[in-house]
């Protein structure tokens, strides 16, 4: 299987700051990586697929890019909402893998 | 907008079947790849496996033994049996829809979820 890594595992910011999360694929995965926001008692939320393509509906504020198997998703000015855990999945290999997730804190 | 939702019996018993129905609503189930995807509490997102509308099946190695995911077309719905369950198996289970792409999916429309526990 391939195993993805998340950093940090929690996160504490405040309202207005960039923040970066990172996420490594164990091999290549090309760029067949999504990024989900998921907030207490919900589902989680598509918010970038093929590593950089905004989902419909989402923020601009969220982007995601990639450098071979590492892979990032940056929120450029923190807001309220955004407090959350993300995390990323892969969909390259079978079976399909997810991070342990990033937990974003109110600081 | 597409919705789904997720039912099934909240309790499941040791070594006993646990069975999930997701039903699909505001567009067809006659493309896409229907997914289940599980939490434990606290925990990450393992995905189970999914069906396509025509009944093709693609189910995680760790879980292949145990599973049996259905589809009906006529009622727009698709099914998860697991058998042999264990106090492991205590997660909130997620049906969500696969977005068909060059590689596999990622998952645009998600159930609510629905926690299933195991217990005798």
């Known amino acids: 299987d391939v195993q993805m890594t998340q950093s940090p595992s929690t996160l504490s910011a405040s309202v207005g700051d960039r923040v970066t999360i990172a996420c490594r694929a164990s091999q290549s995965i090309n760029t067949w990586l999504a990024w989900y926001q998921q907030k207490p008692g919900k589902a989680p939320k598509l918010l970038i697929y093929?590593?950089?393509s905004l989902e419909s509906g989402v923020p601009s504020r969220f982007s995601g890019s990639e450098s071979g198997t590492e892979f990032t998703l940056t929120i450029s000015s923190l807001q309220p909402d955004d407090f959350a855990t993300y995390y990323c999945q892969q969909y390259n290999n079978y079976p399909f893998t997810f991070g342990p997730g990033t937990k974003v804190e109110i600081k | 907008q597409v919705q789904l939702q997720e039912s099934g019996p909240g309790l499941v018993k040791p070594s006993e079947t646990l069975s999930l129905t997701c039903t699909v609503s505001g567009g067809s189930i006659s493309s896409h790849y229907w997914t289940w995807i599980r939490q434990p509490p606290g925990k990450g997102l393992e995905w189970i496996g999914w069906?396509?509308?025509?009944?093709?099946?693609n189910y995680n190695p760790s879980l292949k033994s145990r599973v049996t995911m259905s589809v009906d077309t006529s009622k727009n719905q698709f099914s998860l049996k697991l058998g042999s369950v264990t106090a492991a198996d205590t997660a909130v289970y997620y049906c969500?829809?696969?977005?068909?792409?060059?590689?596999?999916?990622?998952?645009?429309?998600w159930g609510q979820g629905t926690l299933l526990t195991v217990s005798s």
């Open positions: 093929q590593a950089s």
């Open positions: 069906i396509f509308s025509t009944g093709t099946t």
């Open positions: 969500a829809r696969g977005v068909p792409s060059y590689g596999g999916n990622s998952f645009d429309r």
